[in-house]
């Protein structure tokens, strides 16, 4: 299936795209192995990695303090783990657009609108997709939970990540395509 993949200052013309190309597991694993061990493990990650994230991004080795970001990353791939094991999950995928405008319009709202990003960093690809690792989920179940890990209502992260996976709609969806299969990059897009 031909799907629309964005690149952020990593395409260097590979006819493949890496499923987690940047390695975010990593950021999120803390937090899967801590909730493996419990939920009070959880938080004492949590609280100590809200110190260390701040402190790295006073330092300039991080943009953003992304613990948030990382804990509901770890919660989700947990809830995949123990709950979905059969479902494709978020940190060792790509990520992909149904259509061309729809991936220029996500690349506009997350690469140019802030201007963190020049045209000249981000690539627009079309990839054929093995059918059979192409999954659909709301990421507004997603975005939910992490305006809830900012109150700390852990257990509403967990909540969100569960409909998610079990592929749920919203009143409000907000579909994103996954796949962890393999890929071939047809063609860069000009824009």
């Known amino acids: 299936m031909k799907l629309y993949h964005y690149s952020v200052d990593s395409y260097q013309g590979a006819k493949q795209l890496t499923n987690d190309y940047k390695n975010n597991y990593r950021f ?16 004492a990650v949590f ?13 300039g080795l991080r ?9 509901v990353e770890g919660i989700f791939e947990y809830v995949r783990e123990t709950e979905f094991p059969e479902n494709t999950s978020r940190l060792r995928c790509v990520y992909y657009c149904e259509t061309e405008q729809e991936a220029l319009a996500y690349a506009k709202e997350d690469c ?3 201007g963190l990003f020049t045209k000249d960093q ?6 054929e997709v093995e059918d059979s690792s192409i999954r659909r989920y709301d990421q507004f179940y997603y975005n939910l939970a992490l305006e809830a890990i900012k109150k700390h209502n852990i257990d509403s992260v967990f909540a969100y990540a569960r ?9 409000h969806p907000l579909i994103e395509v996954v796949a962890d299969g393999s890929n071939t990059v047809l063609r860069t897009i000009a824009y």
């Open 163 to 171: 409909k998610y996976y079990s592929c749920q709609r919203s009143d």
């Open 112 to 114: 140019f609108s802030d």
């Open 28 to 43: 999120a694993e803390p937090y899967i192995l801590a909730l493996r061990e419990s939920r009070e493990a959880f938080d």
């Open 63 to 71: 943009k953003y303090e992304n613990y948030q970001k990382d804990a």
């Open 47 to 59: 609280l100590a990695t809200m110190y260390m994230s701040r402190e790295i991004k006073a330092l």
């Open 122 to 127: 981000v690539a627009l690809l079309e990839v």
